[in-house]
């Protein structure tokens, strides 16, 4: 049992820890919140699809940096240690969303202004591709026994509280702002108040301990040896990478995606869509905790069999339902819906990723599978479903992308096992999963 002095350390080291990974999220939501606004201030084109497009495309291209992200930053990490990467990671992060906050747009730099996005986001993604990787290891290591899940769960809790965030500092600028005026420069204000943020956040970064078990390894691999431990076991990132497929697309349909599908698909009002997605993050944010003391429990591959193969029955259906009559109330209960697919799979998903890994490289490790999903999948799910439904007329085909992911995860829950008994001697920590 903790005393009440080891436990209010704890509960500050998961602040800490946690909030370096609200301010990744908060600037991710706010460019999928305000991708048509992105799309008309610096990428101008002859159709409101062909400007929305390119902007949802620079939303992806930051995921397409997060792989490298995952095998530079997450070396780094595994060598250097938890709290030097944690703060490295937020100041490229701080100085990415600064780029997209401060550029001015095409009408003043022209074919520059849009350049300096792109490279904005791929310096986000770069830091974001080791930023939720990192952060999951630090709580696992500093969790208590029998309690991986729980601690790791606060990792994407924290998200979620910067979907809320930045859903409700939207919901009040369409209050306040008429749509010229949100046009023209109000879509920069959550963007100037999370640069506003990012000091705040660093001073908490930088008053974290190292992690005991980080201290006690004897051994710290060179860049060449997380290189070589990773390909040696590249079963396991694959796997991890098909695991991590249905969290990342479900998270990005219910929160980035939501305000664009519901203005441009379903025509309802941005505030109502604002508000649903608001309402999407508090539910997250109940459902990690207990997906992950859930998994603590029961074990993480019942919840990881479960979750997906609900969906499958589910998704599409849920979709078709909502397209023909659309209606906030419809809309609201489908993604509470979706929330809870998210926040129990999630919830049993990352510890079972982080004990998966190799001690040596578990940063490296944990962040290029999960980063591999999110590049192919989830960064993308704002672009690719908007392509879909143009391309087919179906506004429901969200729901088809949904059970594409959670097919991709049901099949790496049923092997996960058998990879897991087979990988055991490598990997102790497995085990317990």
Same mark, same amino acid.
């Given at each position: 049992?903790?005393? =009440? ?19 990744? &999220? ?6 999928? %919140?305000?991708?048509? %606004?992105?799309?008309?201030?610096? #990428? ?18 930051? %995921? ?7 095998? $530079?930053?997450?070396? %780094? ?30 009408? *003043? ?15 986000q993604g770069l830091s974001a591709g080791v930023e939720l990787g ?28 910067? *979907? ?9 600028? /369409? &209050? ?97 869509? $604002? ?8 539910? +997250? ?8 003391? $859930? ?32 209606t906030f109330g419809k809309l609201l209960m489908v993604e509470l ?8 799979? +999630?919830?049993? &998903?990352?510890?079972? $990723? ?15 599978? #999960? ?20 391309? /087919?007329? +179906? ?9 594409? =992911? ?13 990879? *897991? ?11 317990? =999963?």
């Amino acid at each position: 049992m903790l005393t =009440a002095e080891e436990r209010r350390a704890k509960i500050g080291a998961v602040f800490r820890v946690s909030s370096g990974n609200f301010l990744e &999220m908060y600037d991710f939501m706010v460019y999928g %919140y305000y991708a048509s %606004y992105i799309g008309r201030t610096f #990428f101008p084109a002859e159709s409101e699809f062909a400007s929305l497009m390119l902007s949802l495309a620079t939303f992806g291209a930051g %995921y397409l940096m997060r792989p490298l992200g995952a095998l $530079l930053l997450g070396s %780094y990490i595994d060598r250097k240690g938890r709290r030097a990467g944690l703060i490295l990671t937020l100041a490229l992060m701080a100085v990415g969303t600064m780029t997209i906050a401060l550029t001015p747009g095409y009408a *003043v730099l022209g074919p520059v202004a849009p350049v300096l996005v792109v490279l904005g986001r791929l310096l986000q993604g770069l830091s974001a591709g080791v930023e939720l990787g990192g952060v999951s290891i630090y709580l696992s290591e500093i969790s208590t026994p029998g309690n991986r899940g729980f601690y790791c769960s606060w990792q994407s809790a924290s998200q979620q509280v910067a *979907v809320m965030f930045a859903a409700l500092i939207g919901v009040a600028l /369409t &209050m306040v702002l008429p749509p010229e005026e949100m046009t023209l420069w109000g879509w920069r204000v959550p963007l100037l108040i999370g640069c506003l943020i990012i000091p705040l956040i660093l001073i908490l970064r930088r008053s974290l301990q190292e992690t005991e078990e980080f201290q006690h390894r004897k051994h710290r691999p060179s860049g060449r040896e997380v290189l070589s431990i990773i390909a040696t076991n590249w079963r396991l990132v694959l796997l991890g990478m098909m695991l991590s497929v249905m969290t990342t697309t479900t998270f990005y349909l219910i929160t980035a995606y939501t305000p664009t599908f519901g203005r441009q698909a379903l025509h309802l009002a941005v505030q109502d869509n $604002l508000l649903v997605t608001l309402c999407v993050g508090f539910s +997250n944010f109940l459902w990690l905790p207990i997906g992950g003391a $859930l998994s603590d429990r029961i074990g993480r591959r019942p919840l990881l069999l479960l979750i997906p193969t609900l969906a499958l029955l589910t998704a599409y259906p849920a979709m078709s339902w909502l397209v023909a009559e659309p209606t906030f109330g419809k809309l609201l209960m489908v993604e509470l819906w979706f929330s809870f697919f998210f926040g129990i799979y +999630n919830g049993a &998903m990352i510890p079972l $990723l982080a004990e998966m890994m190799p001690a040596e490289v578990r940063t490296a490790g944990f962040s290029l599978a #999960f980063s591999l999903a999110t590049a192919i999948f989830g960064g993308f799910t704002p672009a690719v479903c908007t392509y879909l439904i143009e391309m /087919t007329g +179906n506004r429901a085909s969200p729901g088809l992308w949904l059970s594409l =992911a959670a097919a991709i995860s049901l099949t790496a829950a049923i092997a996960v096992r058998r990879v *897991v008994n087979a990988t055991e001697q490598q990997v102790p920590a497995l085990a317990d =999963a």
